[in-house]
């Protein structure tokens, strides 16, 4: 494909990407958090941003976790940064000397975490407008007009997907070097089923941190399990999550942490009958 020809595409995502993405989303508002800082939400989102208006907080036991295992002068990544609560939250908590990388891919998202860095004055999160993928391209990506949270790259993990908008997607190894991003104290992932790609491209740097990182993620079953394999799980997935010897199982439904023995603990029809399973590993001893 010649350089003319990807121009007048390019031009037309960003034309796309200008007008469909705020018809869905509308009107946003700023509100104050119990965590010292306010942000854009979305007056129309049914969930993310609909709790953290009625609550002033995301997702507790997860927020909890990261108070008491985030620390000051620390490396947070936030993968599938949404409208950015993550990304602020640790930046509250590491101070000047700490880093906040936050990737998130689509256009209304992204210019939302934009505004709340300035409007909290957040100099230590840098926002990356792309998606970590396994190579660098633009793809759709597809998106939920009731759960502003729910939004893949596979239109099949997506309810209300009459609308996509499109994004640039990035090799996640590559890109890291690029930005010179080594150290990492806390990964979070959230890519609504897009998470074996993810780890798959960042396995180097997460080997390379793996005494001291805590990775806190959310995992579709689809991809964790594999009938076709001896283990009974995805076989890249396995290795890497193996690799950790504290997991914590996120239990939405008991609304506790609790430490299970081994990703194996999964391997049952419980589990396996589950969307997605939530969990927090680590090769060093977690608070929580």
């Given at each position: 494909?010649n350089?003319?020809?990807?121009k007048i595409?390019?031009n037309?995502?960003?034309?796309?990407?200008?007008?469909?993405?705020?018809?869905?989303?509308?009107?946003?508002?700023?509100?104050?958090?119990?965590?010292?800082?306010?942000?854009?939400?979305?007056?129309?989102?049914?969930?993310?941003?609909k709790?953290?208006?009625?609550?002033?907080?995301?997702?507790?036991?997860?927020?909890?976790?990261?108070?008491?295992?985030?620390n000051?002068?620390?490396?947070?990544?936030?993968?599938?940064?949404?409208?950015?609560?993550y990304?602020?939250?640790?930046?509250?908590?590491?101070?000047?000397?700490?880093?906040?990388?936050?990737?998130?891919?689509?256009?209304?998202?992204?210019?939302?975490?934009?505004?709340?860095?300035?409007?909290?004055?957040?100099y230590?999160?840098?926002?990356?407008?792309?998606?970590?993928?396994?190579?660098?391209?633009?793809?759709?990506?597809?998106?939920?007009y009731?759960?502003?949270?729910?939004?893949?790259?596979?239109?099949?993990?997506?309810r209300?997907?009459?609308?996509?908008?499109?994004?640039?997607?990035?090799?996640?190894?590559?890109?890291?070097k690029?930005?010179?991003?080594?150290k990492?104290?806390?990964?979070?992932?959230?890519?609504e089923?897009?998470?074996?790609?993810?780890?798959?491209?960042?396995?180097?740097?997460?080997?390379?941190?793996?005494?001291?990182?805590?990775?806190?993620?959310?995992?579709?079953?689809k991809?964790?399990?594999?009938?076709?394999?001896?283990?009974?799980?995805?076989?890249?997935i396995?290795?890497?999550?193996?690799?950790?010897?504290?997991?914590?199982?996120?239990?939405?439904?008991?609304?506790?942490?609790?430490?299970?023995?081994?990703?194996n603990?999964?391997?049952?029809?419980?589990?396996?009958?589950?969307?997605?399973?939530?969990?927090?590993?680590?090769?060093k001893?977690?608070q929580?």
């Amino acid at each position: 494909m010649n350089n003319k020809i990807i121009k007048i595409k390019m031009n037309i995502y960003k034309l796309w990407n200008r007008v469909i993405p705020p018809l869905l989303h509308g009107d946003t508002k700023i509100i104050k958090t119990k965590h010292n800082f306010s942000m854009y939400i979305y007056k129309r989102d049914r969930v993310i941003s609909k709790e953290i208006n009625d609550t002033g907080i995301w997702e507790p036991l997860e927020t909890n976790f990261l108070l008491s295992n985030l620390n000051k002068n620390d490396c947070f990544i936030d993968i599938g940064a949404n409208i950015g609560y993550y990304s602020f939250l640790a930046s509250t908590i590491i101070g000047n000397e700490g880093f906040v990388y936050s990737f998130e891919p689509t256009s209304s998202h992204f210019n939302l975490i934009k505004e709340t860095i300035k409007l909290n004055k957040f100099y230590n999160i840098k926002p990356f407008n792309v998606a970590i993928c396994s190579d660098d391209s633009f793809r759709k990506i597809y998106l939920n007009y009731k759960n502003f949270g729910n939004l893949s790259l596979m239109k099949k993990n997506v309810r209300f997907n009459l609308l996509h908008e499109y994004i640039q997607c990035v090799n996640g190894d590559n890109f890291f070097k690029i930005q010179n991003i080594g150290k990492i104290d806390f990964l979070k992932i959230d890519v609504e089923g897009f998470e074996n790609i993810v780890l798959k491209n960042l396995q180097n740097i997460i080997a390379d941190n793996s005494k001291h990182i805590i990775i806190m993620l959310e995992i579709w079953n689809k991809n964790l399990f594999d009938k076709g394999e001896a283990t009974g799980f995805n076989k890249n997935i396995y290795s890497i999550l193996s690799s950790f010897v504290n997991i914590l199982y996120i239990d939405k439904r008991k609304n506790k942490l609790t430490y299970i023995d081994g990703i194996n603990f999964f391997n049952t029809d419980e589990y396996k009958n589950e969307d997605m399973i939530n969990i927090i590993l680590s090769n060093k001893e977690l608070q929580y």
